[in-house]
């Protein structure tokens, strides 16, 4: 058993798949019209990190309840937690693409750390190795 995807809501399709692709670094593994149960036409989006393992499954916001939760999903706290083994070349792309940091940069007992809010308002956390 594995945990395969997790949903992000998010505002607009392209803009998602920009920041995971260019910022992160994810790959995108799927982009297929897709409709909506009531048959309105979306997009099944799936990134992963180049690893592979867990993707996310970017879902454009449908509707107003939906809206109001994008870059809110968790209530403010910290919402993804991003481990990379470059911490310093990953900590470099967040700022050439002008990702909002949070903090500093900090050292904690489980490894390097930097708070980074994504372009939709959701809280990561990029963690060293």
């Excluded at 670094?25 to 036409?41: I, K, L, S, Y």
């Excluded at 970017?58 to 999903?73: H, K, S, T, Y």
């Excluded at 390097?112 to 939709?120: H, S, Y």
Aim: aromatic residues 10%.
């Amino acid at each position: 058993m594995h945990l395969d995807l997790v949903t992000i809501v998010v505002p607009d399709y392209d803009e998602a798949v920009v920041f995971f692709r260019d910022v992160l670094g994810f790959r995108v593994v799927e982009d297929t019209p897709a409709t909506t149960n009531d048959g309105r036409p979306k997009r099944w989006v799936v990134v992963r990190p180049p690893s592979g393992g867990t993707g996310f499954l970017l879902a454009r916001a449908d509707g107003a309840d939906q809206a109001a939760r994008v870059g809110d999903q968790t209530g403010g706290r910290v919402t993804f937690f991003l481990r990379v083994a470059d911490f310093d070349a990953a900590y470099e792309r967040l700022v050439s693409a002008g990702v909002e940091l949070v903090g500093p940069v900090r050292e904690e007992a489980y490894g390097t750390l930097q708070v980074f809010r994504d372009p939709f308002g959701n809280l990561w956390d990029l963690l060293s190795g």
